[in-house]
């Protein structure tokens, strides 16, 4: 069962349907346990890294999320949910996220107007069945007013150009996640949903 964290995100339901409209049965966790039991978690999130990170720390799925990603456990986190992977994020001052992957969220800076908002280019960093069947370069939709910047650029998958390229997907080990919204993307960020599916459940069906 495809398991998505519901702490209250707003973009919740659209994840949940379009995973309802590629055939995938999945199920809400509201507790530790739920997401420790999972065999496939999906974190969506929009708004404040420091605000999800508040809400998963007082419903205490912070420490079961990374308890979950330490033992390399099948994981997809979207826009927020990829920021709070971080160590810490600049957002309203300096907050504490869950230090998963070492490095900051930083806000755009100069004179670009944030957010950024609307499709951009996804250029693929590295060869990764999440890509598999997605044009390099393809248009994903992107909602955010800052981006990841991880200490290890080796886990940097994929970048887009605002400005000047900054980090639009991680992948590290089972982990993945995007700064784009694949729920918003059209059939093509379907194809994002889809492959990460069969990814998790080592068969072309995707079946769990």
Known sequence: MITIIDYGAGNLRSVLNAFARLGYAT???????EVLNAGVVILPGVGAAAHTMD????????????SYIAE?????????????LLTGTEEGGWHQCLDIVPGKVK?????????HMGWNQVKQKKAHPIFEGI???ADFYFVHSYYTDPDDKSAVAAETTYGSPFCSAI??????ATQFHP????????KVYDNFIKIATGNKTGKI
């Open 107 to 115: 806000r755009f800076s100069g004179c670009l107007k944030v957010p």
């Open 27 to 33: 199920k809400l966790a509201k507790t530790p346990q």
């Open 55 to 66: 809400s998963l720390r007082k419903a205490g799925l912070d420490k079961a999320i990374r």
């Open 183 to 190: 729920e918003k993307s059209g059939e093509i960020g379907l």
């Open 171 to 176: 992948i590290k080990g089972n982990m993945i």
């Open 135 to 137: 044009p390099d370069e």
């Open 72 to 84: 390399d456990r099948h994981f997809l986190g979207i826009c927020i949910g990829m920021q709070i």
